[in-house]
């Protein structure tokens, strides 16, 4: 008769849904309430531009996400008091969010050099090519 040994079992969290992040109901009527008092996209009346805002940001991310897989309450709860902080919120067009806004937090340069390059040092065109190995036939 042979021993069994038990089964390794590697367990991975789960993402967290946007509900768990904090993007439920409540953040819901936040929000709509949030665009009606703020209707233009802030970034573009800044431009000289009147657009209207589909989005509501967290001017400093709050990374609640982070936060609770951190499992760290007080950073928790400094995160939840942050997302809530409604003087932590902006309204942005759908454009401004997914292309400035994300350039920002991620810190990268808008525009290019003299020579058409991109500025910000991460841009991939900026990155290093990677090796190339050169094999003979059959090898």
């Given amino acids: 008769m042979c021993r069994q040994r038990p089964l390794a079992v590697t367990v991975k969290a789960r993402p967290l849904t946007a509900a768990g992040k904090g993007y439920g109901y409540r953040w819901q009527k936040a929000r709509a309430d949030h665009l009606r008092r703020n209707p233009l996209c802030v970034f573009c009346q800044r431009a000289g531009r009147l ?3 589909s989005v509501v940001d967290h001017i400093t991310p709050p990374r609640l996400g982070d936060a609770k897989l ?4 007080e950073r928790i709860a400094a995160a939840w008091k942050l997302f809530w902080d409604r003087t932590n919120w902006q309204s942005l067009c759908k ?3 997914d292309s400035t806004k994300q350039r920002m937090e991620k810190g990268g340069r808008l525009g290019c050099s003299e020579s058409g390059l991109p500025i910000d040092p991460n ?3 900026n990155r290093p090519a ?3 190995t050169a094999r003979g036939r059959g090898g």
């Avoid at 951190?70 to 309450?73: I, L, N, T």
């Fill in 51 to 53: 657009v209207p805002a």
């Fill in 70 to 73: 951190s499992g760290d309450p």
């Fill in 95 to 97: 454009i401004c969010h």
């Fill in 123 to 125: 841009h991939h065109w």
């Fill in 130 to 132: 990677p090796a190339v």
